[in-house]
């Protein structure tokens, strides 16, 4: 599976981006999908995940209230809303995929067997 992430950019200080990653490769309905971020300095941290049908999903709770994660199984693809940014949440982000049988989702790197390149996303004014 490959996984192209997009969407990230320069953005004020309370303000809203998309992201987006698509996918290409595999099936996209076998996995749950996730958004992890990175920060210079820090350890790759979860944000979001979503259930291969998009019933189940959870949240990093630094994001939670202020990013939703979706996805379109149609367009093989997993969206990050993401608002009321701070300058805190600057970071490249990644997609990844976590095969699964299930409607789990997971929050831990391990789970996720395939990942994005990341887009970086700076929030600052």
């Known amino acids: 599976v490959q996984l192209q992430a997009s969407g990230g950019g320069l953005v004020q200080p309370g303000g809203s981006l998309r992201l987006s990653c698509a996918a290409s490769g595999g099936t996209f309905s076998d996995y749950a999908m996730g958004w992890f971020r990175q920060s210079p300095g820090k350890e790759r941290e979860f944000v979001a995940a979503i259930s291969r049908g998009g019933r189940v999903t959870d949240y990093g709770d630094s994001v939670k209230g202020r990013f939703t994660i979706s996805r379109d199984n149609a367009k093989n693809t997993v969206y990050l809303q993401m608002r009321s940014l701070k300058p805190e949440d600057t970071a490249v982000y990644y997609c990844?995929?976590?095969?699964?049988?299930?409607?789990?989702?997971?929050?831990?790197?391990?789970?996720?067997?395939?990942w994005g390149q990341g887009t970086l996303v700076t929030v600052s004014s």
């Open positions: 990844a995929a976590d095969y699964t049988v299930t409607g789990a989702v997971h929050t831990t790197k391990p789970h996720y067997n395939y």
